[in-house]
T-cell receptor, first 115, second 118 residues
Framework: NAGVTQTPKFRILKIGQSMTLQCTQD?????MYWYRQDPGMGLKLIYY???????DKGEVPNGYNVSRSTTEDFPLRLELAAPSQTSVYFC??????????????FGQGTRLTVV | AQKITQTQPGMFVQEKEAVTLDCTYD???????LFWYKQPSSGEMIFLIY??????QNATEGRYSLNFQKARKSANLVISASQLGDSAMYFC???????????????FGKGTKLSVIP
């Protein structure tokens, strides 16, 4: 069972470089999310998507972009990397139906360092 | 204002003992959900237990139970018979509605680091 798969697991970027964090899920979930986790903190929502072609900003969207061309994939783009974006990034997905147990399934995380 | 508060940055428990991890939340919604996740040192987020705001009984999943006190807005996690493998960060989270499209997000607390002592 693959669940939510993120690549890469680790990456070091130089200031100003760009990169895309990949996320794919095989559970046919409509809802997908990108979170970041800074040291000693909980997770903060960057962007989310309720289905293919639909995305919206979360709590901390600045410096990031997303797209959702298919149900399975939800890549996160960093255009001009900054040291403040050093963090661990988690992709998650869920069924998203209100009123039922809508647990989020998480990927393994991507540890990104910007130097 | 913080919506999820976990007041215990770190906790120690003896192996085989029970431990309670505190979580209080703030919401004006009538319908919401509360979750606990475990994050071991390997970094992945593991779902443990869920409590819906309309659930009358406390949720239980194996050795995990959730002490839900709605009037006090608390959702404490109880781990019975602690094992060495329970050593990890534990996050309390609340399902919150997002603007538009009927979507929601999980809002996380800062976590509690649990260490199980042999």
């Amino acid at each position: 069972n693959a669940g939510v798969t993120q690549t890469p697991k680790f990456r070091i970027l130089k200031i100003g470089q760009s990169m895309t964090l990949q996320c794919t899920q095989d559970m046919n979930h409509n809802y997908m999310y990108w979170y970041r986790q800074d040291p000693g903190m909980g997770l903060k929502l960057i962007y989310y998507s309720v289905g293919a072609g639909i995305t919206d900003k979360g709590e901390v969207p600045n410096g990031y972009n997303v797209s959702r061309s298919t149900t399975e994939d939800f890549p996160l783009r960093l255009e001009l990397a900054a040291p403040s974006q050093t963090s661990v990034y988690f992709c998650a997905s869920s069924r998203g139906r209100a009123g039922v147990n809508t647990e989020a399934f998480f990927g393994q995380g991507t540890r990104l360092t910007v130097v | 204002a913080q919506k999820i508060t976990q007041t215990q940055p770190g906790m120690f428990v003896q192996e085989k003992e029970a431990v309670t991890l505190d979580c209080t939340y703030d919401t004006s919604d009538q319908s919401y959900g509360l979750f606990w996740y475990k994050q071991p040192s390997s970094g992945e987020m593991i779902f443990l237990i869920y409590q819906g705001s309309y659930d009358e009984q406390n949720a239980t999943e194996g050795r995990y139970s959730l002490n839900f006190q709605k009037a006090r807005k608390s959702a404490n996690l109880v781990i019975s018979a602690s094992q060495l493998g329970d050593s990890a960060m534990y996050f309390c989270a609340m399902r919150e509605a997002l603007s538009g499209a009927g979507s929601y997000q999980l809002t996380f607390g800062k976590g509690t680091k649990l260490s199980v002592i042999p």
